[in-house]
């Protein structure tokens, strides 16, 4: 499943715009690289596998942003089939991803004008450091980060802001200065209770109706990756 790139008239924005944070974070899924439809598409293929039918998509997509684990945790009846419908997904996951996933448009650019700039950039995500790595690298944006935050990394995972809060030290960064970029209400809520800048992806699976009813309402509203230069200023 794929969205349309959302118009954005970028006709006078500088190539070489100046970042107007000192700090940048991103989310990863649904922000930097387009996976939604991988993640669908494996959430499918687990539900039909072990409960027989497949649950509203809605239910799955609430939880976009939280680890693996923590959703699978919604829908299995004991422990026992959560690991089980954890080991299902993966495996789809892994099969298929190299086919359905890709960076989204702009994004590339993006990354390239703020690393050129010596901004510090961190990914902060709810992957496994071993899937977030893949992604980076199969679309070409590892080598922009200089530091990631994964599940493997803290003990509370988003919406908590145990993964902001430990970017920014790895960073050495104050939370005055930072941006967190994602595409989901908890990204928001996380940056918030991390006391960072928030700016919401909507690129992504998530329409500004999903974050204002989610009580998460970002800084910022960006409709295309370009326009996060034109904010903070």
């Not at 687990?46 to 939280?66: I, K, N, S, Y």
Request: aromatic fraction near 8%; hydrophobic fraction near 40%.
């Amino acid at each position: 499943m794929s969205k349309p790139e959302p118009h954005c008239d970028i006709d006078d924005w500088n190539p070489e715009p100046v970042p107007h944070f000192s700090t940048y974070l991103f989310d990863l899924d649904g922000t930097l690289i387009d996976s939604i439809g991988l993640i669908m598409a494996s959430y499918r293929h687990t539900m039909q596998r072990h409960l027989g039918a497949v649950p509203a998509e809605r239910d799955w997509r609430a939880g976009f942003g939280t680890p693996l684990r923590t959703q699978l945790a919604k829908f299995g009846r004991d422990p026992d089939e959560v690991e089980a419908m954890t080991a299902t997904y993966r495996a789809y996951n892994n099969e298929h991803h190299d086919q359905m996933v890709t960076a989204y448009p702009g994004v590339h650019d993006l990354l390239e004008s703020l690393h050129a700039a010596g901004v510090p950039l961190a990914v902060v995500t709810s992957k496994s450091r071993a899937s977030m790595e893949r992604g980076l690298r199969l679309c070409a944006l590892d080598h922009f980060f200089r530091e990631h935050v994964t599940t493997d990394d803290v003990t509370r995972f988003k919406p908590h802001p145990e993964p902001v809060i430990e970017a920014l030290a790895r960073l050495s960064a104050e939370a005055s200065g930072t941006v967190f970029v994602g595409d989901s209400p908890h990204d928001v809520a996380a940056g918030r209770a991390a006391g960072v800048q928030t700016a919401a992806a909507l690129w992504g699976p998530f329409d500004t109706s999903a974050f204002e009813e989610s009580g998460h309402k970002p800084d910022f509203w960006l409709h295309h990756p370009a326009e996060l230069h034109r904010v903070g200023s």
